[in-house]
């Protein structure tokens, strides 16, 4: 395992690479303690804010070139964009059960199910993971 294929990488990649594994970890976190109370909703709000920089920064990454520059990927980062804010008007409303519906839906999308196609052999994190 080495971390120089990401330090070589773009800003804007490692920027996403970076917010996405803190992202990660602040999920299993906010995951594991009790929901509803101050750290919650602090946690949760910088969770959200590292979300969207994870989804905005993915639109300055193009090495997934499948039309003038974009792939698949950013639809996933379109659908982060105008899910996040939805997700977090459930919980300022008391929709508890729309609001961990939906941060479960956006954790294992967009950073689980996501995450492990970053794995594939000629990414960057294959890369970092397994030697170059």
């Known amino acids: 395992m080495t971390l120089q294929p990401l330090l070589s990488a773009s800003p804007a990649i490692q920027m996403h690479a970076f917010a996405a594994m803190t992202a990660f970890v602040l999920g299993l976190v906010q995951f594991a303690r009790i929901k509803g109370d101050g750290p919650h ?7 959200v804010g590292l979300m969207l920089l994870i989804a905005a920064s993915s639109f300055w990454i193009h090495q997934i070139n499948q039309w003038q520059g974009f792939s698949v990927i950013h639809l996933l980062s379109i659908w982060v964009i105008l899910f996040v804010p939805v997700a977090v008007m459930y919980a300022r409303r008391g929709n508890i059960r729309g609001h961990k519906r939906s941060m479960i ?5 967009a950073l689980i199910i996501a995450g492990i196609f970053t794995f594939v052999p000629g990414r960057i994190m294959h890369a970092v993971l397994f030697g170059g």
Do not use: K, P, T
């Open 41 to 47: 909703r602090a946690f949760g709000y910088v969770w």
């Open 105 to 109: 839906g956006l954790f294992a999308g």
